[in-house]
């Protein structure tokens, strides 16, 4: 008894050390929450593992191998993150705006069907590719929008909310593509060739140029995801329509007050936030698929929100926290295969960093962090929250 | 009841509170008198364990106390009615009052009992409220009294009250102090803050006077007077009265015309309002609150669609026009809800001083927010309107309440205005910083800006106005210049919408 409460006193300092470290050092201190939360799943996913059978130290290292064993496996990595980027810009920036979009998976499938429409279409083979690339992005970026944008039409004229109208947006457009790719009578987008039901096939010309030939093709794709979390970065942080998205997201009401139009501001963030969902799709339809399926994006829109919640939605966190999402996907097959541990181990860690990082007082607690903000007068704002 | 003693508490680039004792003896009224940032919230806050001093110790009953949290005071005998009220309002009164101490009988919670509790502590200290209407439909006055049983319920015989009348009606005072004598007459004792000198002196037994942290005087209410008092908070002479030359009334800038607002229940608050004020005048709207003072203000700003009527302004018919085009035609509104309204807490002092200048052409330049220049005019401002505050890149909302009040009120008070529309404009500000802004308001009329200032206080609509309107039920019951006005026939307009002298 004694002994347990002197290990577990022993954790915490051990663990208030660490934290010191973290924030002092390395100005990480927005950031250690999900820090830990990753720590934290690992090692409950270790117990997991050995309870199971297998000596954890075997199951991590086969995965961690996978993620970064090698060049094509660090290239696989980030090419399977890259999307990831999109989906969880789209949760982020709604995010600024006091908005909750998880129709991220929606409006990746709205983004990915609209680029592999354009993209097959019989004139682009006539287009250069340095037009016929940038046509097929921005047709991807426009079907995420206008997707993305409905929820924020809804939630201004309606009162909608947009966790509800996102939600069954998803719905639709998931059945609305499958219908559509697969539907023999009438052929709607179907290619009637191929026995699994997709897409045509886009142009050459629309494809995507490859850096590295790896599993899953490494695409340029990975430039342009990586650019926008750098321009939205700097979007929210300077420009004017940044801040009106943050006052927007902090207090309507003072919004509303100092004549920032709200309701624009809600449809903009939303339509901005579906086109990041958008882009994300045709790059992947452009320069890894080269045509659409309606399995394509599953769950990657969900993913989008637990990677979005883990870099607390900065977009340049965000870079980083997917590429550990999709590295860790990317890397669990080797643990199964070396280890026999099942890739849904990785899936059940995942999902516990997000749990970590939503209930973050049970890592403040067990790491012995206060909350940043003390103040008092935080509990006071029920109505400004409003 | 209370030792105070040597506390001192910091915070990043203020000193809070400096050394401060203070004690507090069983059935006695505290007073806790200061300037905006003096720092008399911390104190009262560490005392109800919201923060930890840094220094110092804090004795209960002679007894020693270290409080993790608020819980622990709560335990102590110590409650607390914060500036800014911390209710539920979906809840009922009865939910609030035990909210965080749940009355249970089983797994469910015994509202019954509750409800009989609560029934007889009001009786007992004349606290009428009523356990099952809901918190968000009732009056500032009566959430101030859910506030006070809640205290009490948990009981509390140490009360502190945070400037508990900075948002009454004259009314509204009269029965909170009843009730505060009932309370002092049982044996609690009460700390108390206010920036109004006559209440001061009407119900302390002792004052303490804080200045920049700082104990700078003890005094009991009969040997101080509002002006001994007003000087050694502010540390200089203060005058109450305000200059003011005659008024030179030019062109009429802001009209309405049988103006209807519903608010937000869609009852029509405001039935028919028709003023004109002119520019280089200041047309005071008093009236007891409720009657549609709101609605009027939001509506004239664009803030609240009409429900009929016109409103025009510098000649132009600006009725449900959009805030910022209303804004942009040099129209300035300082809000009655500061912390809905005026601010927005979590950003920095600079970025709430640009609030709605953000996007002109001196502070953003292609859509790219201009950094430098924001804060180069936040820091003139900051320094201008004497904006107590570590620097502009603290977060407004570590600022004293009254410092919160300047920051809005000096955003507003700047630029090319022609209009001005001011609601409670210096409502939990201290004397030195009130006498700062009613001169800055009568500079402006003096410019030719035409004001239209809505108040609670009828001691303000009377020292700055130069006309008087009584609002009575959503329109003007009468109006009369103020040089004419008398305290007892706007009261009589205010309470019964008429006036006998003009049968
Ligand atoms: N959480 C905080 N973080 C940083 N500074 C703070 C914090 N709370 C208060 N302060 C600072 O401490 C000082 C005292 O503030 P306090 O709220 O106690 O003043 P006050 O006397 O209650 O003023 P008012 O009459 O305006 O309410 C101010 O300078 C304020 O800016
Ligand atoms: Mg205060």
Redesign the pocket.
Known sequence: MNGARNANAGVGRAASQIHRVLTEAWRLQPLYVSLYAILLSFVVGGVLISIIGVNPFTAYWALLRGMVGGGDEIAGSVARSVPFIGSALALAFAFRAGLFNIGAEGQLLAGGITAAYVGALSWMSDLPGFVAIPLILIAGTMGGAIWGGIPGVLRTKTGAHEVISTIMLNSLVLFGVRWMVNSRDPVVLRDTESTVPRTDSISDTAVLPELVDSQPVLHVGLFALVGICFVVAFVLKRTTFGFEVGTVGLNPHASHYAGINVNRVIVASMAASGAFAGLAAASEISGTNGFFQPGTFFLMGFDGIAIALLARTNPVAIIAAALLWGSMLSGAPLMQQEADVSIDVVRIIQAMVLLFVAADAIVRYLFRVREL?????KATSIEGAM | MLEVEGIT?A???????DDVSLTLNQGEIHC?L????????????MVFGL?RPDQGTIKVRGEEVHFEDSGDAIARGIGMVH?HFQLIPVFTVAENIILGNEVTKGAFLDLDSARRQIDSLAERYGLAVDPDATVGDLSVGEQQRVELVKALFRDADILIL??PTAVLTPGEVDDFFGVVESLTGQGKSIIF?T?KLREVLAVADRITV?RA?QVVGTATAEGATQQSLANLMVGRDVVFRVDKAEADPGAPVLRTQDLRVADDRGVETVTGFDVEVRAGEIFGIAGVEGNGQRELVEAICGMRPTAGGRVEMLGQETTDWSPRKINELGVAHVPENRSKHGVVAQYTIADNLVLNRYHHRKFSQRGVRNTGAINAEAQELVEQFDV???GVD??I?????????KVIVARELTGDLKALVVAQPTR???VGSIEFIHRKIIELRDRGVAVLLVSAELDEILSLSDRIGVLYRGRLAGTVNAADATREELGLLMATGSSEGQR
């Open positions: 903000d003390q103040s008092p007068f | 508490k915070f990043p680039g203020v000193v809070a509170n806790l200061g300037e905006n940032g003096a720092g008399k919230s911390t104190l009262v806050n923060y500036q945070d400037e803050i920036h804080l942290g107590r505050t570590p603290a977060v909302d570590t600022l004293s309440g009254g410092n919160q009040q939990g500000l201290d």
